[in-house]
Structure formats: C-alpha cells, structure tokens
C-alpha cells in the first residue's frame, strides 16, 4: 500500500520508475530492400517512448522533444535517424540493415552510418547494387 505515503504527512512520494522505450515482439518475414529478398527479422521490437540517447555515437539528447518536431528526426552529431514511437523496428539477419515495419506497407531502411557516408559519396539515395 505505498500509495498510502503519498496521503501521510510528511510521507516521502516513490520515485517515478523509468519508462520501459522498447518492447520486444515476434519474428517476421520481411522484404528486405537490401538482400532484394524476403528474409527473417528475429530482432523486432516496438519504441514506446521517444529516444534519449543516440544509439550510433552515444550522445544524450537534454531536450529530445525538440528533435522530434522534425520531419524525419536524427541525432544532431552522427545525423542516425532517430526511431518514432508507436513504430515497429527491425534488423534483417543476413545483411543487418534497420527497417521501420509498417503494416501494410513496404518496409523503409533506416540507414546505418556505412550507407548514410555511401550517400553522401556518390550523392544519391542509397541502393542494394
């Protein structure tokens, strides 16, 4: 009954627990743009809350919030594309490359730091060839 302290004088309130940002689900059989082959996702999950920490350089982000105002958001250091929430994410086993898994709808790469430096090289959008 810790709820119970909160209504007591002098009573110290719980710390708020950290929100869980991801939720693991099911593999799946994905298009992969990158292969050109139907592959399996084992690593699939669910973001839940918005990123606070860029998963390629490691910079915190003070005010993520911000970020996401943008269209497309990405880490303001390494320019890796930041993931929304309520989305599903996946990584392709035979190539490793990030998709955002829609229902319905043609899965979208995420570019990893090698693809994004290949676009930059040759300056257009990045292909399996």
Excluded: I
Excluded at 14 to 27: G, H
Excluded at 104 to 124: S, T, V
């Amino acid at each position: 009954m810790s709820w119970l302290k909160n209504l007591k004088p002098g009573g110290k309130p719980e710390p708020e627990k950290p929100q869980q940002e991801t939720y693991p689900l099911v593999a799946r059989q994905v298009w992969c743009a990158v292969c050109n082959a139907y592959t399996t996702f084992t690593r699939v999950w669910r973001r839940a809350a918005l990123v606070r920490k860029c998963s390629c350089c490691g910079m915190v982000f003070e005010d993520p919030e911000l970020l996401y105002k943008h269209f497309q958001p990405a880490c303001p250091h390494c320019r890796e594309p930041l993931e929304q929430p309520n989305f599903d994410y996946g990584f392709c086993d035979r190539c490793g490359s990030k998709f955002e898994l829609m229902e319905g709808a043609k899965p979208g790469l995420l570019p990893n730091k090698r693809q994004r430096d290949e676009m930059d090289k040759h300056g257009k959008s990045w292909s399996y060839s």
